[in-house]
T-cell receptor, first 113, second 111 residues
Framework: NAGVMQNPRHLVRRRGQEARLRCSPM?????VYWYRQLPEEGLKFMVY????????ESGMPKERFSAEFPKEGPSILRIQQVVRGDSAAYFC???????????FGQGTRLTVV | DAKTTQPPSMDCAEGRAANLPCNHS???????VYWYRQIHSQGPQYIIH???NNETNEMASLIITEDRKSSTLILPHATLRDTAVYYC????????????FGSGTRLQVQP
């Protein structure tokens, strides 16, 4: 059973471009969470999704950021018109239907130049 | 979810037990205690969780006080690879809640 897979591991974007980060949850997991970690800072919750539904997006910036978890395929975190302040590590986690322990991927490191 | 308090840093000698404390004095009856760690800049790693009974797995032991207001994560024989930031998180296990990470304890295992 493969772990949570995130890709790409590293992503470089110029200011104003779009960044798309992908997360494939563990097999059988129907809950996905996205977190952001700025350099030298802690993990900040962004959004919690179940298949085709956003459950909690209280940590998501109101503009430029969106997330989806379609019926088929990976969860996508999309950042439009990236700015330098978006440079961070973005971690995805998944948990099974009973929503107990969550398992994290290795993250995508976004660098905006 | 209840707030947790952890010391910002701790040192431990290699081969000795590492005891990481966590205070969660406002914990509710249906809230679980979770422990995760983050090694350098890797993804957080699940360690253990419990409600009120002590728990043990291949990685660690979790000791929860009888009043549930505090807990201790025990790494029985710390190695250099256990150097990481350890997070104690309290969360209701039912319902729609994500894990909320605080500042954690930075454990440095010394050779």
């Amino acid at each position: 059973n493969a772990g949570v897979m995130q890709n790409p591991r590293h992503l470089v974007r110029r200011r104003g471009q779009e960044a798309r980060l992908r997360c494939s949850p563990m097999k059988g997991h129907s809950h996905v969470y996205w977190y952001r970690q700025l350099p030298e800072e802690g993990l900040k919750f962004m959004v919690y999704l179940q298949k085709e539904n956003i459950i909690d997006e209280s940590g998501m910036p109101k503009e430029r950021f969106s997330a989806e978890f379609p019926k088929e395929g990976p969860s996508i975190l999309r950042i439009q018109q990236v700015v330098r302040g978006d440079s961070a590590a973005y971690f995805c986690a998944s948990s099974p239907p009973d929503n107990t322990e969550a398992f994290f991927g290795q993250g995508t490191r976004l660098t905006v130049v | 979810d209840a707030k947790t308090t952890q010391p910002p840093s701790m040192d431990c000698a290699e081969g000795r037990a590492a005891n990481l404390p966590c205070n969660h004095s406002t914990i509710s009856g249906n809230e679980y205690v979770y422990w995760y760690r983050q090694i350098h800049s890797q993804g957080p790693q699940y360690i253990i969780h419990g409600l009120k009974n002590n728990e043990t797995n291949e990685m660690a032991s979790l000791i929860i006080t009888e009043d549930r207001k505090s807990s201790t994560l025990i790494l029985p024989h710390a190695t250099l690879r256990d150097t990481a930031v350890y997070y104690c998180i309290v969360r209701v296990d039912t319902g729609r809640r994500a894990l909320t990470f605080g500042s954690g304890t930075r454990l440095q295992v010394q050779p």
